[in-house]
């Protein structure tokens, strides 16, 4: 009699086992929904105070302090700015954590004549990054730089533009321009579990206003 | 048609002076500069083509004074200098029109000696070659008619005339000491040329001598990052079913215990049958 329980324990366990490899082949069959925005607004933050700098002259423009942080009150953007450079192969470094965003040293300043470049990640393996709602962002919104010097640099959007990578437009997003301007860069369109990467960057470009 | 003809020996297309950036919305940039020495200061207006209502005002304009850069809907502008304190209805000393191309950026300069002068719309360029500075030089003194303005030691331009434009020409980027040195006087400075800035060196009359004044035309990225930025993992994407492989695996292991199970519990049956059959 007792050589037959370990027996049915098993042809048990193994009807359990089946049954979990069923529910969890039925469940994946549905495609997870992409995760949504939260309704703009909702994380708005207040816009920093403190006094607002001018824009910069071109005769003889005052240097421009390193920037340390950005806010960007609509989207519930808060952020310590890191230092980027680029990689080995030429292409511009990325924050190694997704919760802050980084300033291209090789850019000028935010709020210097030219084209600041500021980089954020979307998202991490698991959940939304800094610059997750980037893309919801239009013309007349507003973000500050805040300055090593204490002082903060306002800039308006004046577009929103989404690229794929491998028709990015090096010199649109990094040229020269003879106003202080931001821009703002971060992943977007469709995600290609393949290779692990979005095919497309978003790209806010932003003037600074006095 | 100098602009040109510099951009081409440059390898540099004309047409990439200008920002692509700004194209995309249609807009481009202009600043109002009084560098014509013995003219006495200025009110300059800037009208879109046909309104007469002054989209910018700058009061009190002396020599010597550059603005900052405007950005303007693309289109034509009319730019008006008066007295300064003249009635912005009254007949303007000079004016002169100037089209703005999207994604391009001017400067216009109240030039010459004042029996003499002239509103002259400049080209300005906004792009340079990569890891490079270029800098062009206006020569503004009466005093020193001619001028050579050199960079480093080098010459940049060998015979400046009173009231000349040189064309953009580039430099390697780095702090560099230039001066501008005339019959009677020279001026010296030092200055750092970051690499994808574009400069316009200004030789003016100072009260004593000459003087140099380092506009900033334009900056960017020195070293432009090759490509777009790798900044997502997917966490938020919405992904496929993946592969059904693991899980069928799993059904399969749990079929081959249950058999496994089921088999023994068959044959402990059978066994019993046998012993009370015997």
Known sequence: ?210 | MLLAASALLLGIPAAATASAASATTGTGWIRLAHLSPNTPAVDVYLYSFGNSNAEIVLHHVAYGTVSPYEEVTAGDYSVAMRAAGASPSSQPVLSTSVTVKAGHAYTVAGMGPESGLRLQVLDDQLTTPPGKSVMRVIQASLKQQTVKFTCGGQTIVPKATFGSVSAYQAIPSGTWTMQAIGSGATATGRWAMEPGTVHTMVVLDGTNGLEIVNLVDAAGAGQPPAGGVTTGFGGTAGHGPGSPAPWLALIGAGALITLTGGFRLRRRGLRRQLTIGS
Not at chain 1, 3 to 12: D, E, M, S
Not at chain 1, 87 to 111: E, I, K
Not at chain 1, 131 to 141: A, C, H, I
């Open chain 1, 1 to 210: 009699m007792p050589t037959r329980k370990p027996a049915a324990i098993v042809f048990a366990a193994g009807l359990v086992v089946i049954v979990a490899g069923s529910v969890g082949l039925l469940l994946t069959r549905h495609p997870t929904p992409a995760l949504r925005p939260v309704a703009a607004g909702v994380a708005a933050l207040p816009a920093p105070t403190g006094p607002i700098a001018a824009p910069p002259q071109s005769a003889q423009p005052a240097p421009v302090a390193s920037p340390v942080s950005l806010t960007i009150p609509l989207i519930g953007v808060k952020t310590q700015l890191i230092t980027l450079g680029l990689t080995a192969g030429g292409a511009l470094q990325v924050p190694s954590t997704t919760s802050v965003a980084g300033w291209y040293t090789g850019s000028p300043r935010p709020g210097a004549v030219g084209s600041a470049i500021i980089v954020g990640h979307i998202d991490s393996l698991t959940g939304p990054g800094v610059f997750y709602r980037l893309s919801e962002l239009r013309r007349g919104d507003d973000a500050y730089v805040k300055r090593a010097d204490g002082t903060t640099a306002e800039f308006r959007v004046t577009s929103v533009q989404t690229y794929l990578k491998d028709r990015f437009p090096t010199q649109t997003v990094y040229g020269p321009t003879p106003d202080a301007e931001l821009r703002l860069i971060t992943c977007g369109g469709a995600f290609d579990p393949a290779t692990g990467h979005y095919l497309s960057n978003i790209v806010v470009y932003a003037t600074e206003v006095s």
